[in-house]
């Protein structure tokens, strides 16, 4: 399995974000409150973590947001690729319950998000770190 990073040669101005998410209107309200929190930041959405994982071994992620609970690939798994094919990469998971919430915490995500996703866990979410000059005042 091919986990080498990405090497982004462009200068950016802006942060690019996985969005991963079976369900389509959890997924389409994440993108929604991720637009708005972070404006100017470029999103790629997934609902196949197959494919999401395909496109982050080639792609400058700096922050992955991922359901955990998914078919075909979960989420910690997502998070390790993501991870090593984009170091410094930070990941947020999203779940319908905390009981994922230790295993998360020992395989050191940034942050663990439970469902209802709002617009202030999303903007939130990346306060205290490097991205933190993205995010829109509200």
């Given at each position: 399995e091919n986990l080498t990073p990405v090497y982004c040669t462009e200068r950016r101005?802006?942060?690019?974000?996985?969005?991963v998410d079976p369900n389509k209107k959890d997924l389409k309200q994440l993108v929604?409150?991720?637009?708005s929190a972070y404006p100017g930041c470029k999103i790629v959405m997934f609902c196949n973590p197959l494919t999401a994982a395909g496109y982050v071994r080639s792609h400058?992620?700096?922050v992955l947001f991922t359901e955990i609970a998914m078919t075909g690939m979960s989420g910690f798994r997502l998070k390790e690729i993501t991870e090593k094919c984009n170091p410094g990469a930070l990941?947020?998971?999203i779940s319908a319950t905390a009981?994922?919430?230790m295993d998360a915490?020992?395989?050191r995500v940034f942050d663990y998000m439970v469902k209802p996703v709002t617009p202030e866990k999303t903007r939130n979410a990346l306060k205290e770190t490097k991205f933190q000059?993205?995010?829109q005042k509200n």
């Open positions: 101005n802006y942060m690019l974000f996985a969005a929604k409150f991720l637009k400058p992620v700096d990941t947020v998971f009981a994922y919430a915490l020992n395989c000059p993205f995010i």
